[in-house]
């Protein structure tokens, strides 16, 4: 992934900070580049703006375990194991 990619994620997410779809995007990209914390960050962002399906809840809950954050991946995984059921 190029650096110009992240760049211009940054950018869209900045014009555009209600669009939950660009937020998804820029938390894969920095996820996909080993940017954990910065990754998880931008997922958070996203589940506070959208309805996730449990895909969010899971890699969120996937970033915060290589974090270190156990409880916090464990609530994340359990939210969203509760939301694909309800679907």
Same mark, same amino acid.
């Given at each position: 992934?190029?650096? #110009? !990619?992240?760049?211009?994620?940054?950018r869209m997410v900045q014009?555009?900070? #209600? #669009?939950? !779809?660009?937020?998804?995007?820029?938390?894969?990209?920095?996820?996909?580049?080993? =940017?954990?914390? $910065? &990754?998880?960050?931008?997922? !958070?962002?996203?589940?506070?703006?959208? =309805? *996730? $399906?449990?895909?969010?809840?899971?890699?969120? &809950?996937?970033?915060?375990a290589e974090?270190? *954050?156990? $409880? $916090?991946?464990? *609530?994340?995984?359990?939210?969203?194991? =509760?939301?694909?059921?309800?679907?």
């Amino acid at each position: 992934m190029t650096s #110009d !990619r992240l760049t211009n994620l940054r950018r869209m997410v900045q014009s555009r900070p #209600d #669009d939950p !779809r660009l937020q998804f995007g820029l938390a894969v990209e920095l996820l996909n580049r080993g =940017e954990t914390r $910065e &990754g998880a960050a931008a997922l !958070r962002a996203y589940l506070a703006q959208a =309805e *996730d $399906e449990g895909n969010g809840w899971g890699r969120l &809950g996937a970033a915060l375990a290589e974090l270190g *954050d156990v $409880e $916090e991946a464990r *609530d994340a995984y359990a939210r969203g194991i =509760e939301i694909a059921n309800q679907r």
